[in-house]
């Protein structure tokens, strides 16, 4: 014959976690008290249903640790609702806390926000301009990259070995290349 079930909470939570009709009875018997006991230190619905939710899920890791000489079961089970119910009351406090630090604060000064958008600009025109030097041959590419890293043309004529002139010719004729490429807006028409 086997053994009876567990009835006492006692018993209901010497059987845990490993009976899962033990914690079936002792969840049914006792989950309107938890969420009384619950409802009195949430500030909301649904901060109630997780305290409770989570208790009853922390019951299964703790259960081992219940000592019947020190506290009713019930005592035990709303032990571990108060300390969910601080541990969220503390998390819901932090998060007001910096919310108010943040509230009313422009994250970042005029400066800033001015180089943001430069970039942003900078990163969507970046796309046709790879696209239009693609279209450059090679020699006038590299005057190109000569005179945007510093260079006065004179001296890019003298690093690639050829003549002033021709180094004028290959850089207008890339910036011609590259403006025809490159498309305008309204408001680059008028530069």
């Known amino acids: 014959m086997s053994d009876p079930a567990p009835t006492s909470d006692a018993e209901l939570l010497a059987a845990l976690p490993d009976d899962l009709a033990a914690f079936e009875a002792f969840y049914r018997r006792h989950v309107r008290q938890v969420t009384t006991f619950a409802a009195g230190r949430c500030s909301s619905a649904e901060d109630v249903a997780d305290v409770v939710a989570q208790t009853f899920v922390r019951l ?53 926000t001015e180089q943001v958008e430069t970039a ?10 790879h696209e239009a030097l693609d279209a450059v041959p090679p020699g006038e590419q590299e005057m190109l990259r000569l005179v945007a890293d510093g260079r ?26 590259v403006r025809t490429q490159i498309p305008t807006t309204p408001d680059q028409e008028m530069i």
């Not at 079961?73 to 406090?93: E, K, M």
């Open 60 to 112: 299964l890791d703790v259960a081992d640790r219940y000592d019947p000489d020190r506290a009713e079961p019930l005592a035990f089970v709303c032990a571990i609702a108060a300390n969910l119910a601080r541990d969220l009351h503390r998390s819901t406090s932090r998060r007001r806390v910096l919310i108010s630090k943040l509230a009313g604060r422009d994250l970042l000064d005029a400066g800033e």
């Open 120 to 129: 942003i600009d900078a990163a969507r025109a970046a796309g046709p301009v």
């Open 152 to 177: 006065t043309p004179g001296q890019a004529a003298r690093e690639l070995g050829i003549s002033p002139g021709a180094a004028w010719t290959r850089l207008s004729r890339a910036r011609r290349r």
